[in-house]
């Protein structure tokens, strides 16, 4: 009815003063980490009944380290045995509670599943039945670990997570959908067929998460990931973590973040296990094969994990291994997910004697009984060769790790050793001669 309309009718007795409107606030201060919903029905009791203020007032106070959460997340996370903030978490989690875009150089490990966790958590509305929050990952394995986590810390909350990715039931997953899924983890592939589909919609999404974005390059998964960010929200928060940051994660933050994105890096300390016996081999590039063959003989492989830096790498050396007689399978990028899931299978239970692998594998890789580990080309960085190293000697066994060291790569071993400060024996092969 038009206004003017309505001013000819009686007025009211009492004249209210109309509701301000909510400002939209992609972020959480650390006055606002009591639940809304409980925050919002207890409101009026807060006023009425002191005690129950100061019952309120204790809520607000719970702690994860210095940072203060809401008491459901503070409970959740003693249940998860998390008592101190990794750095990570430490110096994304108040950036990302303001609503500020993040671009957070980080390794697998260092917690930055928690630090982008608990604000979309806090975000969240649990009364609202669609999809408010979406973390984009590499592979099933880390969709499955992240979608866990994060439904761990937002338990008490009554946040519905829901985790879809390729070779699994596509109908479950639309049904689990519609059940009304506040958070969706997924690989990109799968997220961008459903949407295709219209089964999921990313219209009223406020916080979208890149986990791992290098690892989404290496895969050949940035252009879906861009489809995917263009189909959310220009009006959103955005974060982005990765272990390093190449030209094409570069182009993606300044595509689609804010110019005045908070920057952070984070580098774990450099500590293998102590229960890895580390060996280095000095042997030209062209001899790599003649050496590995060499040294199937002297420590006869029963399993072996070797890698590589490329798929066509990975592939080559497969192939080569296999023509001489070895049961081998590569696991690298290229292949699908139900491949990759068969591969490593047969690997685990060692229908595979060797597995050339791309660094796919060394960071989310979980064999418990694994004794050998060869880096056939030389880790990028000391993160890399800690995280290969790390794929031996689990659960307190014992573990060998060997790498080769090329001609050229002498410098980049030489940095590898100073930042990981273990002691590497220096082994020596026979088709160089007698030692």
Not at 25 to 42: E, I, K, P, Y
Not at 149 to 158: D, H, K, P, S, T
Not at 283 to 288: M, N, R, T
Request: with cysteine.
């Amino acid at each position: 009815m038009p206004e003017q309309e309505s001013a000819t009718r009686r007025r009211p007795a009492t004249r209210r003063r109309p509701p301000k409107d909510r400002p939209r606030d992609r972020g959480l201060t650390a006055s606002a980490s009591v639940d809304d919903a409980r925050a919002n029905a207890n409101s009026q009791a807060e006023t009425d009944s002191p005690l129950l203020a100061a019952v309120l007032a204790a809520a607000r106070s719970h702690t994860f380290g210095a940072i203060e959460v809401p008491v459901t997340i503070a409970r959740a996370l003693e249940k998860m045995g998390y008592v101190t903030p990794t750095e990570v978490q430490a110096r994304a989690i108040p950036p990302l509670r303001e609503g500020k875009d993040l671009i957070g150089q980080a390794q697998t490990g260092t917690g930055k599943t928690a630090a982008f966790g608990i604000p979309i958590v806090e975000k969240i509305d649990p009364t609202a039945g669609f999809v408010q929050a979406l973390v984009l990952t590499p592979t099933r394995e880390l969709c499955v670990q992240v979608s866990d986590e994060v439904a761990a810390i937002g338990q008490l909350r009554n946040v519905r997570v829901v985790a879809i990715y390729g070779g699994a039931s596509m109908d479950r997953q639309i049904t689990a959908l519609k059940r009304g899924a506040q958070v969706v983890v997924g690989t990109p592939g799968r997220v961008l067929d459903l949407i295709r589909r219209g089964e999921l919609r990313l219209d009223r999404v406020h916080t979208v998460i890149l986990d791992e974005a290098d690892r989404m390059l290496d895969m050949g998964f940035i252009v879906d990931v861009e489809t995917i960010l263009s189909r959310c929200p220009r009006q959103r928060q955005t974060a982005l973590f990765s272990a390093t940051m190449p030209y094409a994660i570069l182009r993606i933050c300044d595509r689609f973040m804010d110019r005045d994105a908070q920057q952070i890096s984070v580098r774990p300390e450099h500590k293998t296990v102590e229960t890895v016996r580390q060996l280095v081999y000095f042997v030209a590039e062209q001899d790599k094969v003649a050496a590995l063959l060499e040294l199937t003989r002297e420590f006869s492989f029963d399993r072996l994990l070797v890698f590589r830096h490329t798929q066509i790498g990975v592939d080559r050396l497969a192939a080569t291994l296999k023509r001489r007689g070895k049961n081998v399978a590569a696991l690298h990028g290229g292949l699908s997910q139900r491949e990759r899931d068969r591969t490593l299978a047969d690997f685990k239970s060692g229908r595979i004697e060797y597995l050339v692998a791309t660094n796919v594998a060394s960071r989310g890789l979980d064999i418990s009984d694994l004794p050998y580990v060869l880096n056939f080309d030389i880790p990028e960085d000391a993160d890399t060769y800690v995280h290969r190293v790390g794929r031996t000697a689990r659960a307190g066994k014992e573990g060998t790790a060997i790498t080769f060291v090329g001609e050229w790569d002498l410098d980049a071993w030489e940095a590898i050793r100073d930042q990981v400060g273990a002691e590497v024996e220096e082994g020596a092969l026979t088709l160089y001669g007698p030692a």
